[in-house]
Nanobody, 121 residues
């Protein structure tokens, strides 16, 4: 059993900041990558930022320079610092973990339930 607990979403005015966090727990042998995706109403889910175990991060072009992804490996937690938020950043933000299960020794993929970020103009 794996859990991804997200927090930090909410309502903010354009230009403001929010910090999301996602903590992974459960039967995890190793986390290969953790990251954030988002889905706006009527749109497909898209990558926001994803960090590998080696520390490299991929960002969506739309958030480069505004969002920063960081990770605490000891806590199996990732953070997404979102600055200069825009109304178009409004979406449900999902945490994702690419990990190796401690139970079956297989590579697996798990999604959190999502946290809503609303940016008002």
């Amino acid at each position: 059993q794996v859990q991804l607990v997200e927090s930090g979403g909410g309502l903010v005015q354009a230009g403001g900041s929010l910090r999301l966090s996602c903590a992974a727990s459960g039967s995890i042998f190793r986390i290969n990558a953790m990251g954030w995706y988002r889905q706006a109403p009527g749109k497909q889910r898209e990558l926001v930022a994803a960090m590998t175990s080696g520390g490299s991060t991929n960002y969506a072009d739309s958030v480069k320079g505004r969002f920063t992804n960081s990770r605490d490996n000891a806590k199996n937690t990732v953070y997404l610092q979102m600055n200069s938020l825009k109304p178009e950043d409004t979406a449900v933000y999902y945490c994702n973990a690419d990990y190796v299960s401690a139970v079956v020794a297989l590579r697996m993929d798990y999604w959190g339930k999502g946290t809503l970020v609303t940016v008002s103009s």
